[in-house]
């Protein structure tokens, strides 16, 4: 069924928005380590820097990330839709 649904360019709302929130946590994790001026990294580039994973991981699980509440909210809320159409 979710594959079918894919397929049909029909997404579940709360897996876009738990991925929305995904997005808007990389990018704030981008902003904090981007530097500034001259040496900050382009947006492009910063995303292929050596131990990123790990970096993110650590801002994820920190006080700083204002994102992971609405993120779990979501996702569990996705959870909860896909068992129902199964």
Do not use: P
Not at 12 to 35: E, H, I, V
Not at 41 to 69: K, P
């Amino acid at each position: 069924m979710f594959r079918e649904e894919c397929e049909r360019m029909r997404w579940n709302a709360n897996l876009d928005k738990a991925m929305a929130q995904l997005y808007l946590a990389a990018l704030a994790f981008y902003r904090t380590k981007r530097g500034k001026g001259n040496t900050a990294v382009d947006v492009s580039h910063s995303f292929y820097r050596a131990n990123l994973m790990q970096g993110f991981e650590n801002y994820w699980q920190s006080a700083a990330n204002s994102r992971r509440a609405e993120f779990t909210t979501r996702l569990n809320m996705f959870v909860s839709d896909l068992a129902a159409i199964q």
